[in-house]
């Protein structure tokens, strides 16, 4: 298996709840964020697909946590493409402390492709669905979309 797209992000107080771990609605701001970097590594800007007459909508969202995130930890999100079907596509997402093993949490977002001109669903195009199968291996991008170096990916 290749190795994952991954996204960095730094826990902000804001973001922790009265017993000051990631408030659990935080998680799913954080799948969107390390999904929509994913597609701009994968696509480019969003804005392209719209112009193609192409958008997403999210159908379903699930989580399950293991352990909690904490206040000022630098998180890692791995996502990967995990099945593309002929509408829809979803992606698999892992919670990690940045350089550590342990498994804080694991999410599932699936998306249904359709056609803003009309409002209806539809199939997936060739060239997405060549780009999902592909995913982005090995990219590592920080809170600010910057692509960090190999040497950094520790």
Request: negative net charge.
């Amino acid at each position: 298996m290749t190795e994952p797209f991954r996204y960095l992000l730094r826990v902000r107080y804001g973001e922790c709840d009265a017993q000051m771990v990631v408030f659990n609605a935080r998680y799913a701001e954080y799948v969107d964020i390390a999904v929509n970097e994913l597609m701009r590594a994968m696509w480019g800007d969003y804005t392209d697909l719209v112009k193609r007459d192409i958008d997403l909508h999210v159908v379903r969202y699930e989580i399950d946590w293991r352990a909690p995130a904490r206040f000022d930890e630098v998180l890692s999100v791995a996502v990967q493409c995990e099945h593309v079907g002929r509408t829809s596509f979803r992606f698999a997402c892992t919670f990690s402390r940045h350089g550590e093993d342990e498994i804080l949490a694991t999410a599932k977002i699936v998306y249904v492709v359709f056609r803003p001109s009309t409002g209806e669903k539809q199939a997936v195009p060739p060239e997405l669905r060549a780009q999902l199968e592909a995913g982005a291996p090995g990219q590592l991008v920080d809170h600010a979309g910057v692509l960090l170096a190999a040497k950094d990916r520790a």
